[in-house]
């Protein structure tokens, strides 16, 4: 894998040379979805950490991830993950859900961050906003290992819940597409309308059309 292609120390380096002794990065999985909850995952890595096939989980084979999920968690400082449900995002809006996520998944690291590194361009939204110490780094799941590190623990744990899903309503085929909008998945919700774990809010184009 060519390197410069690859995420890599220099942000974490450059925090911690303003000072901060613990780096957490911190990304998300699953704002997309039609269906299941919103997963971040937290990360301090120790420094120097050398993992050779992490990258962007969107980069990495199944496989791959699942690998480096074990990787990750055998080798880290701290790491977290936590979920918002579908019905709290309904509730209120899914940028307010991504950061509500991320900041429950920093709060759980022990020991805690100084600094995190978060994915994005976002930090707030309507109802919530990131309080530890940050800075948003577009891209970086791309640019930082830390943030790399978190973006596999938050897709392997979401796609884990739902595979479990899958076994609770199984005619949505839900372990295939992950409750993305493929055709399959909108051709099961025209055959057996939402279930609880839709988020309705994502629904209503497909409703209007339906209704239409």
């Not at 309904?90 to 429950?104: C, E, G, H, P, Y």
Request: aromatic letters at 8%; a negative charge; proline letters at 6%.
């Amino acid at each position: 894998m060519d390197k410069k292609n690859r995420p890599s120390w220099e942000l974490e380096e450059a925090a911690h040379q303003k000072g901060y002794a613990l780096v957490c990065g911190c990304d998300e999985a699953g704002a997309g979805p039609l269906a299941g909850p919103v997963y971040a995952g937290a990360v301090i890595l120790p420094e120097g950490l050398e993992l050779p096939y992490l990258n962007d989980s969107k980069q990495v084979t199944p496989k791959r991830r699942d690998a480096l999920f074990d990787e990750i968690i055998a080798s880290a400082v701290a790491w977290a993950v936590a979920s918002v449900s579908p019905e709290e995002i309904d509730d209120t809006d899914i940028l307010s859900a991504r950061i509500k996520a991320m900041q429950l998944a920093i709060d759980k690291l022990a020991p805690a961050p100084d600094y995190a590194l978060i994915d994005g361009n976002r930090d707030k939204g309507k109802q919530f906003a990131l309080v530890t110490p940050h800075e948003t780094v577009l891209k970086g799941d791309g640019r930082s290992l830390s943030i790399a590190a978190a973006s596999i623990l938050a897709k392997v744990s979401r796609d884990r819940t739902m595979e479990e899903l899958a076994e609770q309503y199984p005619e949505y085929r839900f372990e295939q597409h992950k409750g993305y909008g493929t055709k399959l998945h909108y051709a099961m919700l025209d055959r057996y309308g939402p279930s609880p774990v839709h988020r309705r809010t994502f629904l209503k184009k497909w409703e209007a059309a339906r209704h239409g």
